[in-house]
């Protein structure tokens, strides 16, 4: 299995200010595609899982552009340019090259 | 718009087991698979499987392997999650997502809005 480390475990920002989480997999994620297969997720309480990076770098549909995914291979990092009240919860990055799908343990975002 | 619905929340006993729907819309649903995966109160989310829906195929966790099945309804455009002899450690919130069928890697997108299980005596 794949396992997914992610840090910082929490992140405490003053709105406006920038954000960075930091993901590790223990196999490369790039598949024969050519595609990088990690993902970024943030779960807020009482919703559901809200898609916002696929395929490393790929914002998806409605995502604001402040959002921002980079790496390769191994290692991944989920950027806020400027962090809103909004954006609040706890994110994850996952990886989807194969199964089991598995999961970085979430850094929590809270507001300053 | 692409909606999964699923089902309300389940108390059950240790021992029992319970069955979670997701109604999928705003799509055609046997073009498409669902994944299924559950977070536990202060755990990282964990996967269970998945299930294509036009053809039935499914694919275990091999952890819940033996315990879990996954059915779909393709006149009702619904999947289901079916876990057996349920103990504490089962308790969480349950989660189908849309995926993509292809020979690329999978693509979790939308997202059920979740159905807490919660097994207790």
């Known amino acids: 299995d794949i396992v997914m480390t992610q840090t910082p475990f929490s992140l405490s920002v003053t709105p406006g200010q920038p954000a960075s989480i930091s993901c590790k997999s223990s196999q490369s994620l790039l598949h024969r595609d050519g595609k990088t297969y990690l993902y970024w997720y943030l779960l807020k309480p009482g919703q559901p899982p809200q898609l916002l990076i696929k395929e490393l770098s790929n914002r998806f549909s409605g995502v604001p552009d402040r959002f921002s995914g980079s790496g390769s291979g191994t290692d991944f990092t989920l950027k806020i340019s400027r962090v809103e009240a909004e954006d609040v919860g706890v994110y994850y990055c996952m990886q989807t090259i194969q199964f089991p799908l598995t999961f970085g343990g979430g850094t929590k975002v809270e507001i300053k | 718009q692409v909606q999964l619905v699923q089902s309300g929340a389940e108390v059950r006993r240790p021992g029992a087991s319970v069955k979670v729907s997701c109604k999928a819309s705003g799509y055609i649903f046997t073009t498409y698979a669902l994944q299924w995966v559950r977070q536990a109160p202060g755990q990282r989310l964990e996967w269970l499987g998945w299930i294509i829906a036009g053809n039935g195929n499914t694919q275990y966790s091999q952890k819940f392997q033996g315990r879990v099945t996954f059915t779909r309804d393709t006149s009702a455009s619904t999947a289901y999650m079916e876990l057996s002899s349920l103990t504490s450690e089962d308790t969480a919130v349950y989660y189908c997502?849309?995926?993509?069928?292809?020979?690329?890697?999978?693509?979790?997108?939308?997202w059920g809005q979740g159905t807490l299980v919660t097994v207790s005596s």
């Open positions: 997502a849309r995926d993509r069928v292809d020979d690329s890697g999978y693509d979790l997108d939308y």
